[in-house]
């Protein structure tokens, strides 16, 4: 397969975790989406790493899930602190940063 | 064959990645994701990535998963209301994601980039095996390493102090918050009195 395939595929992807993003209005999916956008980066780091012979995009591609794991962290801990204060669950009321 | 497995993995991808945006159970979106990431799986063993579709397994679609499952279950069914903000919305937002993927497709396929339409060189046999990148990550990004380590820490400390049970006071809502401001403000005026 060429690399073209997988590269439309990850754009295909991405653009799927935008409109999640832009439809959805739980943080919990939210947060899914934002999911399904770096993996789409992986994906095209590593078709890029395959076409050009060089296992350096895999490592970039590596510390991207570290990233992605410390965001799904933090992200679920302000989740379950906003549910614990009664605060709803809406992004459109999550708006003032004081809680 | 390749071809085989690149459209069931493709397949599998797009189908999760849909589910995640279309179900209204926020638990079976989580599900959802795990098929799409073990998709994805398949494609990076396609691509060579051997060690990162052995980590996307068993860290994301294992223990990342499993933290989403746990928050999804503590949560609840969280009923999104079907009242729109920015009426419409329902509908734009699909046309411009749409559009943002017309957009990565031609500048994808029109791009100059010349190894792009091939399968890529041909490979040592030892490409994207674990201990390839463990040896790129301790010796050339040893840095990227420790930093992402060091982040990994604050990550799960941020998490403790968000999410963490507070002792007392007991955090209440916000009006038994500014109730507390205002009978601590009392105190003090009663201090000089």
Redesign the interface.
Known sequence: ?????????S??????????V?????P??I???L??ML?AG??AL????????N??G??F???V??????????G??????A????IP??V?DLRSLR? | M??VC?FLG?IG??GG??A??ALRN?FY??LA?IV??IS?AG??L????E??AA??IV??AG??MV??VF??A??GN?D??LWE?IPG??F???V???A??VE??IA??GSG?E?????????ELG??SPS??GK??LE??LI?FEA?SL??L???V??????GRHPSPS????DDARGRDSATREGLEEVPG
């Open positions: 397969m060429d690399i073209t395939w997988y590269l439309v595929l754009a295909l992807l991405f653009a799927v975790g935008v409109s999640g832009l439809l959805r209005r739980s919990l999916v947060l899914l989406c999911e399904l993996n992986n994906l590593l078709a890029f790493s395959r076409s050009l012979g296992q350096d895999q490592v591609a590596l510390i899930m570290v990233i992605a794991a410390c965001e799904v962290v933090v679920l801990g302000i989740i379950v602190a549910y614990r204060r009664r669950l809406n459109d809680g | 390749t071809q690149f493709a991808c797009l990645a849909i995640v945006i926020p979106s989580v994701l799409h990431l994805l494609l990076f396609l691509l060579q990535g060690f990162l980590a996307q860290v994301y223990a990342v933290l989403y928050v999804a503590y949560v969280v999104e209301p903000p919305q329902r734009i937002a699909p411009l994601g749409l943002l993927f990565l497709a994808i396929t980039l190894a792009i339409d091939t399968r890529g060189p041909t490979v490409f994207g390839a990148i790129l990550l050339r990004f990227a992402a982040l990994l604050v990550a799960a941020g998490a403790v102090v968000l999410a955090p209440g809502t916000p």
